[in-house]
């Protein structure tokens, strides 16, 4: 009780400096310090992004965005999951994979967009791959290490239960590791967002980084910083949404 | 249900890494738990107590000799010999309810069975005292009730062999006693084979109907003790004849390697 109200505390203190920021920055608008056609004041901005939201033009874009980003991420959440715990448990496979993630890892992930316009064009199935790539590897180290570290006493556990191998990984493995598996994941949904918006800018057709790089082209400067908003309200809510749900699915964390 | 449980001339080295030399663990130990007994082995710390129970449970090989269930020779965790650890925390699954935990040995077992097997849970539960406490997690419970949710699953398990490594040293003293004699209780229900490590002498003799006193490095058999104490054993009664008093100078002074005259002066 007593954390959760301090929590609360550092919330309020958290808006202060944003907030000096916001005030500074309208200020400067009005005193005629800055460029008004090249840095529009908050409230200005603020202005453009409510009738966004309440014309509902922020709508399909959101759509896009979000829609691409979840297929990519659902994906790769899945597969770097599967890959880590796989990759944990047979040194076969350890042996097989480790040369090929070591050698795809390191890559800054918009080095390979590029590439991806080549052989896949350009169009969503890029995008989708693109924000996948940028995931996967977050997820898989993340859920490898916290499989590699799982207490031998839980699996010595389980093996004198004898319980069979894949009901080992499905029901011991796969719970245990996932406060790490959920560590990787939340890595990897700043990393996926950030390639997904920077993939509509390079090729979209819609969605918001394509709605920012092309109101930034046609000078519509408020346009470009209402929908870098939208963006940023985005980020922030998944981030939130992902705390509550990790929330609940590992409410043991640190407990036991 | 129960079954003996033997090491025979068991020999365990485990190979050093690199410049370092091999470790040999155990010297050639024969020792057997007969059905239905309540054996336990006392030893210094560090002289590889535990390392004798996982050979016990399959989980690690000897090098040389054998470790015999009944008449088979152990070479994976085999089925019936149920290891109770000592981390009790770190065995339990903490995504998962009290109850479930205690189900988890059963669920291989045909659906149509569950409601039944469920029931059967909540009996044992209630038999460590836990009843009442099925739908929370474990990490809502104190280590003595961790410790009892880890004596209900075994149960579960339906053991042939329980092993109890060092079982209640993680707790309080009043706690350590209710467990020992809920754990006695249990026994002498069920009847399976007992096997407990600990390095408490009072512990050992007040729970077992013999004794095995371990040597130092390379750890050796040193000497089997008859208990011998009537039963039912009771908290005051037992620890407080005169017997228990001459079994625990003769295995402490056993364990410190001295003359009588020499034990624990300083």
Known sequence: ?256 | MSEKLGFDHVTKVFEGSGSEPDYVAFDDITLEAAPSEFLAIVGPSGCGKSTLLRLAAGLILPTRGQVVLGHKPIDAPPPGVIYLFQQYAKSLFAWRTVIDNVMFPLEGAPRARRAEQRAQCREYLRQVGLAGFEDKYPWQLSGGMQQRVAIARALAANPEVLLLDEPFSAVDALTRMELQTLVLQLWEQRKFTAILVTHDVDEAIFLADRVAVLGARPTSLKEIIDVGLPRPRDQFATREDPRFLKLRHDITASLLARSDGHVASV
């Not at chain 1, 969503?124 to 977050?138: G, Q």
């Not at chain 1, 570290?149 to 004198?160: F, H, K, M």
């Not at chain 1, 109101?215 to 519509?220: G, Y």
């Open chain 1, 1 to 256: 009780m007593s954390h959760r109200s301090e929590a609360r505390g550092m919330g309020l203190w958290s808006l202060a400096s944003p907030a000096l920021v916001l005030c500074v920055w309208e200020l400067a608008g009005r005193l005629g310090w800055t460029n008004p056609i090249l840095l529009p004041r908050p409230l200005q901005i603020i202005e453009v992004f409510l009738g966004l939201v309440s014309s509902g033009a922020v709508l399909s874009p959101l759509l896009h965005t979000v829609g691409l980003f979840m297929i990519g991420y659902v994906i790769a959440s899945l597969l770097g999951t599967a890959l880590g715990i796989a990759m944990a448990t047979s040194q076969t496979l350890y042996g097989l994979l480790e040369p090929l993630v070591e050698s795809l890892r390191p890559i800054p992930k918009p080095a390979l967009v590029p590439v991806l316009f080549l052989f896949l064009g350009i169009g969503k199935a890029t995008m989708i791959v693109l924000v996948v790539l940028a995931s996967v590897f977050p997820v898989l180290i993340s859920t490898f290490q916290g499989v590699r570290g799982l207490d031998p006493v839980l699996l010595e556990t389980a093996r004198t239960l004898q319980i069979s191998r894949s009901r080992t990984i499905f029901s011991v493995i796969l719970p245990a590791s996932l406060p790490m598996i959920l560590a990787g994941m939340r890595v990897a949904l700043g990393l996926g967002l950030v390639l997904v918006i920077l993939a509509e800018m390079l090729a979209g057709e819609d969605g918001i980084g394509f709605r920012i790089l092309d109101h930034e082209r046609s000078f519509q400067v408020r346009e470009m910083f209402a929908w870098i908003v939208v963006l940023v309200a985005l980020g922030g809510a998944m981030m939130k949404l992902f705390e509550i749900a990790e929330r609940r699915l590992v409410p043991w964390r640190g407990r036991s």
